[in-house]
């Protein structure tokens, strides 16, 4: 079964400084994608990043960096020079090509970040 | 202005009484779906759409349907509700590719007591 598992339930970073979130992922497809998404208080879901399986290459968005471990099935998101409005639940998410033929998600339970002034 | 809207955003009803909650897209998307999110259990897809009278079950579509008459339109349908069934629910959309991303509406957040 795919599953998507997001082990820290609440971060805390000071502003300014670089924070890493982790994500971990099991499946037996070889071509899938992987996404963090952010969710403020005002619930709007936000895509922040990202990640084709077959790219080797890690993506980037201006802060916000992934370590993608495609061996280790590890999708890391980092965020660099805090901002108060990182302040957020994350989620990490993987979609896959169902035997259906359509693309179903899967989400992990979220990680709360927490921006200290 | 390109979006996905719900209505309503929010709604508290009773047991048993049927509702439904509108989706709606202008960016002619033909992959719509819907998830419920739940404290500690992040996004569960209910089910989602590939196109117009395309429907199928997600992980959790238990107690829901769904229909897709229009391309624009995917309406979740609640015929009997029950309290599990509280829930925050998104809608989604997006082109049908592998490199597109997901646009979400606003959320509903539904109370049945």
């Known amino acids: 079964a795919q599953t998507v598992t997001q082990s820290q339930p609440e971060m805390s970073v000071q502003e300014a400084e670089t924070v890493t979130l982790s994500c971990t992922y099991d499946?037996?497809?070889?071509?899938?994608?992987l996404f963090w998404y952010k969710q403020p208080p005002s619930r709007q879901m936000i895509l922040v990043i990202r990640q084709e399986a077959y790219k080797q290459q890690n993506a980037t968005e201006n802060r916000f960096s992934v370590n993608f471990q495609k061996a280790a099935k590890s999708f890391s998101l980092k965020i660099s020079d805090s901002q108060l409005g990182d302040a957020a639940m994350y989620f990490c998410a993987y979609r896959y090509l169902a035997t259906s033929g359509t693309y179903k998600y899967i989400f992990g339970t979220g990680t709360r970040l927490k921006v200290l002034a | 202005e390109a979006q996905v809207t719900q209505n309503p955003r929010y709604l508290i009803t009773v047991t048993g009484k049927k509702l439904t909650v509108t989706c709606s897209q202008n960016?002619?998307?033909?992959?719509m779906s819907w998830y419920r999110q739940d404290p500690g259990l992040g996004l569960r897809q209910i089910y989602y759409s590939m196109n117009v009278e395309v429907t199928d079950k997600g992980d959790v579509p238990e107690g829901y349907k769904v229909s897709r008459k229009e391309k624009r339109n995917f309406p979740l349908i609640l015929e009997s509700p029950s309290p599990n069934q509280t829930s925050l629910y998104f809608c989604a959309s997006s082109l049908p590719g592998s490199a597109y991303e997901q646009y979400f509406g606003p959320g509903t957040r539904l109370t049945v007591t």
């Open positions: 960016m002619n998307h033909e992959y």
């Open positions: 499946t037996s497809e070889s071509d899938y994608y």
